[in-house]
């Protein structure tokens, strides 16, 4: 596509739902990130993709937060037992390659409301 | 990780030219200097990137001497569509990660 798109663009979830956030990166594209966003904040770091495989997941903050990306295109980040302090924008992002001075493109952004 | 210190606000009006400079004083050999513009409700948006020296393209110029230290993006005739949080940052996609201060606030008013 032309653009990384992410769906839901929102969602309200009560606590203790899980929710399913999906990201569809730019074609062709290798790279794939996923980011934290909270108001006021710049985005922090969750976890990293190269193709299929997950190479960095040191940002995710608890292990009821899980990603994946099975077959190297479309990525799901899912968030179990959802609390209120979950409640954030999610951005997901990606890049051509691990190339240097190789640009990392955003999406709009998955804003989840936990009440 | 190279850090980065950006003002948190600046105020413009229409028509100026706006420049906000970022210091980045642990900057590596292999870091690059990428901003991007986010408006509220949206994603982050790529702006320029460069390495050293100046780097234009057709919304903004960016100027980085020669130690690299720091960074100036600059904006010709501001709009206020060009109001938005802009984020300096510094690091290369080796390090799988950016690190995200809280950027800039540029109000631009009529």
Redesign the interface.
């Known amino acids: 596509g032309a653009g990384v798109s992410q769906s839901p663009r929102y969602k309200v979830a009560k606590r203790g739902q899980d929710v399913a956030l999906r990201c569809d990166p730019i074609s062709g594209h290798v790279s794939l990130f996923w980011y934290q966003q909270a108001l006021g904040q710049g985005p922090e770091f969750l976890t990293y993709f190269q193709n299929e495989a997950q190479l960095d997941k040191s940002g995710l903050p608890s292990d009821r937060f899980f990603a994946e990306r099975p077959e190297g295109s479309v990525s799901t980040l899912k968030i179990q037992r959802t609390q209120q302090e979950d409640s954030a924008v999610y951005l997901c992002a990606s890049s051509l390659a691990l190339q240097f001075g190789n640009t990392i493109y955003f999406g709009e952004g998955s804003w989840l409301t936990v009440v | 990780l190279a850090k980065t210190t950006q003002p948190i606000s600046m105020d413009s009006y229409e028509g100026q030219e706006v420049n906000i400079t970022c210091s980045h004083n642990n900057i590596a050999t292999?870091d690059?200097i990428?901003w991007?513009q986010q408006f509220p409700?949206?994603?982050?948006?790529?702006i320029i990137?460069g390495?050293k020296t100046k780097v234009t393209n057709e919304v903004a110029s960016l100027f980085i001497p020669a130690d690299r230290k720091s960074s100036t993006l600059s904006l010709p005739r501001v709009s206020l569509s060009d109001t938005a949080v802009y984020?300096c940052l510094v690091g290369?996609?080796?390090n799988?990660?950016?690190?995200?201060?809280?950027?800039t606030s540029l109000a631009v008013n009529p």
């Open positions: 292999n690059y990428t991007y409700s949206q994603g982050p948006r790529f990137q390495y984020y290369d996609v080796y799988r990660k950016l690190i995200w201060g809280l950027g």
